[in-house]
């Protein structure tokens, strides 16, 4: 069964400091996605990572694959207070077809 | 514009009743999924269809059922042996396997609470 964990669960953090938001999976992928939700709204997507080493970067948030160590990253750099919101990596396993595992999420929340 | 709809935004039901919740798209996508969210979690996969007229189980299908009549609609029906119904329920589709991105877009949800 595959499992994706996020860490930390919880973010406060200060505008203008830098942070990164941890997902771990439990088996083998290349394929893994970063999506953002605001309070009582709808996913939205963010990145695709498709391969090892994959890196993808908008505004102030840079995603990265590491497929070898089943880590992918999602760093804020100067976060503003628009970034907060819940992220959500998740996965497809290269046996589970086209569905995909979420993650618990990341709350993030930014302060003045 | 294409895009996926669910409607409707809000629903309240009494406890005992079934209920349909309506998820259309234009995006031409073949696969089409269902998920829970409870407040404070993460998503929990119901359904999910690949093809017209098939479709298979997801992690927490017990008490809901689903149709794939027409390859743009898939309606999700809450029945009332669902023990805890009240959740946001979310509607998502994408390309099929045999790509190289299976990414996953989002409908707009809906908030239904049963009481």
């Known amino acids: 069964e595959l499992k994706v964990e996020q860490n930390p669960l919880f973010l406060s953090m200060q505008e203008g400091k830098n942070y990164t938001i941890y997902c771990n999976y439990s088996?083998?992928?290349?394929?893994l996605y970063w999506y953002r939700q605001d309070p009582g709204k709808s996913l939205e997507s963010l990145f695709v990572?498709?391969?090892?080493?994959a890196v993808k970067q908008e505004g102030r948030l840079m995603a990265s694959l590491d497929t070898k160590a089943r880590l992918s990253t999602l760093h804020i750099t100067a976060a503003v207070h628009d970034l907060s919101a819940t992220y959500f990596c998740?996965?497809?396993?290269?046996?589970?077809?086209?569905?995909?595992?979420f993650g618990e999420g990341t709350q993030l929340t930014v302060n003045p | 514009d294409g895009g996926i709809t669910q409607s409707p935004k809000y629903l309240f039901r009494k406890e005992g009743q079934n209920v349909t919740l309506s998820c259309e798209q234009n995006?031409?996508?073949?696969?089409m999924y269902w998920y829970r969210q409870d407040p404070g979690q993460g998503l929990r996969l119901i359904y999910y269809?690949?093809?017209?007229?098939?479709?298979q189980k997801g992690d927490i299908a017990e008490g809901y059922s689903v149709s794939r009549e027409k390859k743009e609609s898939f309606p999700l029906t809450v029945t009332s042996a669902q023990k805890n119904p009240t959740a946001f329920y979310l509607c998502?589709?994408?390309?099929?396997?045999?790509?190289?991105?299976?990414?996953?877009?989002f409908g707009p949800g809906t908030r239904l609470t049963v009481t």
């Open positions: 269809s690949q093809i017209v007229n098939d479709f």
């Open positions: 998502a589709s994408s390309v099929l396997p045999g790509t190289s991105s299976y990414e996953q877009y």
């Open positions: 088996t083998t992928s290349d394929r």
């Open positions: 998740a996965v497809d396993g290269e046996t589970s077809g086209s569905r995909l595992t």
């Open positions: 990572l498709l391969s090892n080493g």
């Open positions: 995006l031409n996508h073949d696969a």
